[in-house]
């Protein structure tokens, strides 16, 4: 396992490394209830939604949520700013994967299975916490393959701007329940005494040995 610890101690230093290990506790019907009445801004460039509490006379009432980039920014602890870029030349982006032993055609897909050991287990962390797909995380989508060229390359890149972007473009389309725990964490920073019942707990699964051991086809 010597070979993973270079890439954990490296994440943990990263400035995504918040994003990855934080331990919120994410109540599902707080998830919920942001994304039923969540709205989108433009001229502001503002998510707004609404969590329900009782009062003290156990009445329900409506608590806003706002949040911008810079909010998104501040509680994830991303450290980018706006004038960050937020797109890599591909050329860049191919020159940096085929130096983390991609074993492909770099004219063709790009799946974390094509990739040594270490570097396999680095981009499905960024995959798995980043990413704003339901599904089909073999293949990183490219600002997936941005993200990951910038934090090898330690080039400035603005992350918070780009899952701002993935949030409100949700908020327009066919929405889901997309980045639950940063939802969750940006309500946790705004409402301090929401009801927190243990059954409501979303469940998330982990990495462990064993699903390491899958990952990265050893026994």
């Not at 810079?70 to 509680?75: E, H, I, K, T």
């Not at 995959?127 to 339901?134: E, G």
Request: charged share 30%; hydrophobic share 35%.
């Amino acid at each position: 396992m010597t070979p993973f610890k270079d890439v954990v101690k490296f994440l943990r230093e990263s400035r995504v490394n918040k994003a990855l290990t934080n331990r919120t506790i994410v109540y599902e019907s707080h998830v919920r209830m942001f994304w039923k009445s969540v709205r989108y801004e433009e001229k502001e460039k503002m998510i707004y939604s609404a969590i329900q509490k009782r009062d003290e006379n156990d009445k329900k009432v409506d608590i806003e949520i706002k949040f911008n980039v810079g909010d998104l920014r501040r509680v994830l602890d991303l450290g980018d700013t706006n004038d960050d870029p937020t797109i890599v030349s591909e050329r860049l982006c191919k020159g940096v994967w085929c130096r983390m032993g991609f074993e492909g055609n770099a004219n063709g897909k790009f799946l974390k299975s094509m990739f040594t050991r270490p570097y396999k287990f680095l981009i499905h962390c960024i995959v798995h916490a980043l990413s704003h797909r339901k599904g089909a995380y073999d293949e990183p989508s490219d600002y997936i393959m941005n993200i990951i060229t910038c934090l090898v390359l330690n080039r400035p890149h603005n992350i918070s701007q780009v899952l701002f972007d993935h949030l409100s473009d949700n908020i327009r389309g066919e929405k889901y329940i997309m980045y639950p725990m940063f939802i969750q964490m940006m309500i946790d920073d705004q409402v301090t005494d929401l009801p927190k019942d243990p059954a409501d707990v979303m469940n998330f699964r982990n990495m462990t040995s064993d699903t390491l051991k899958r990952l990265i086809n050893i026994s």
